[in-house]
């Protein structure tokens, strides 16, 4: 891209959104280290299996320097039987709700960050034998593309100025 028209810098890294990588190792986690697939699902998959297809993103503006990036995962547990599945996705919502929905950020060795980011109130429901469906959502506030300007330093002035009291007496002579 152009310098007249930037990319994101977030858009430059390769590999997955620190967002969306650190909610897929959360809930990996919580739901006790089922096999992950990522963006598919092949015919001979193992259970029990946790898959996180593409999130939906709608954007929108935020505030006058940011826009948001509404994201919506639709997580699906997989077991031997729905009651198995339904436990690790209800392990998963619940270490969700525990943590107030905070999603601790991992950087990209997925090393704590110190930092999260708040999910809104996840959902899930039965969606096959042996499937329950977790929904978590977000939204991501990210900086809109400033033009660098050059900013002042310094500002002097040569001003003179009376006060009051001078002024009052400079006017009844004194």
């Given at each position: 891209?152009?310098?007249?028209?930037?990319?994101?810098?977030?858009?430059?890294?390769?590999?997955?959104?620190?967002?969306?990588?650190?909610?897929?190792?959360?809930?990996?986690?919580?739901?006790?280290?089922?096999?992950?697939?990522?963006?598919?699902?092949?015919?001979?998959f193992?259970?029990?299996?946790?898959?996180?297809?593409?999130?939906?993103?709608?954007?929108?503006?935020?505030?006058?320097?940011?826009?948001a990036?509404?994201?919506?995962?639709?997580?699906?547990?997989?077991?031997?039987?729905?009651?198995?599945?339904?436990?690790?996705?209800?392990?998963?919502?619940?270490?969700?709700?525990?943590?107030?929905?905070?999603?601790?950020?991992?950087?990209?060795?997925?090393?704590?960050?110190?930092?999260?980011?708040?999910?809104?109130?996840?959902?899930?429901?039965?969606?096959?034998?042996?499937?329950?469906?977790?929904?978590i959502?977000?939204?991501?506030?990210?900086?809109?593309?400033?033009?660098?300007?050059i900013?002042?330093?310094?500002?002097?002035?040569?001003?003179?100025?009376?006060?009051?009291?001078?002024?009052?007496?400079?006017?009844?002579?004194?």
């Amino acid at each position: 891209m152009s310098d007249a028209y930037p990319s994101s810098p977030r858009s430059e890294r390769p590999g997955l959104d620190q967002e969306i990588a650190s909610a897929m190792r959360f809930l990996i986690d919580a739901a006790d280290n089922p096999k992950p697939y990522y963006y598919n699902v092949p015919e001979d998959f193992l259970t029990p299996a946790i898959f996180f297809p593409q999130p939906e993103i709608t954007s929108r503006g935020d505030t006058l320097k940011t826009y948001a990036l509404e994201f919506s995962m639709f997580v699906k547990f997989f077991d031997k039987d729905t009651q198995s599945a339904h436990q690790r996705a209800f392990a998963a919502l619940s270490a969700l709700q525990y943590r107030h929905c905070v999603v601790p950020l991992i950087d990209k060795d997925g090393a704590l960050t110190g930092r999260g980011f708040r999910l809104n109130d996840p959902s899930m429901r039965s969606v096959d034998d042996g499937a329950v469906h977790l929904t978590i959502m977000w939204d991501s506030a990210r900086p809109y593309f400033e033009p660098k300007a050059i900013k002042m330093v310094t500002y002097h002035t040569n001003m003179w100025v009376k006060s009051a009291y001078e002024g009052a007496v400079d006017q009844i002579g004194g």
